[in-house]
């Protein structure tokens, strides 16, 4: 059975950083893309940061440049997620999921999904 986990959400400060972790199990993305998308109540998913099978091609919402950062692992089968400088409007659940393709920015070429961790930022 493949799963995604993440990991790392909570509660923070305006300014304060989080890390966000994805473990995925039951077969390998060493191959494949991988994302981070969020959604906030009341307004639809959206995607944060993609990253290709390899590591080498990241491409951000514009609302995240500069500030959050996508890297994987693939020896642990493992995205990442380091946000730093949050704002209130980075409230929100946070999902991990994979691709099948080897890079993608379309969320609807993403088909495994975690459960998704709560973010939440206090101004």
């Known amino acids: 059975q493949v799963q995604l986990v993440e990991s790392g959400g909570g509660l923070v400060q305006a300014g304060g950083s989080l890390r966000l972790s994805c473990a995925a199990s039951g077969r390998t993305f060493s191959s494949d893309a991988m994302g981070w998308f969020r959604q906030a109540p009341g307004k639809e998913r959206e995607i944060v940061a993609v990253?290709?099978?390899?590591?080498?091609?990241?491409h951000y919402a514009d609302s995240v440049k500069g500030r959050f950062t996508i890297s994987r692992d693939n020896a642990k089968n493992t995205v990442y997620l380091q946000m730093n400088s949050l704002k209130p409007e980075d409230t929100a659940v946070y999902y991990c999921?994979?691709?099948?393709?080897?890079?993608?920015?379309?969320?609807?070429?993403?088909?495994?999904w975690g459960q998704g961790t709560q973010v939440t930022v206090s101004s």
């Open positions: 990253i290709n099978w390899n590591g080498e091609i990241t």
């Open positions: 999921a994979a691709s099948s393709d080897r890079y993608s920015y379309t969320a609807s070429r993403y088909n495994y």
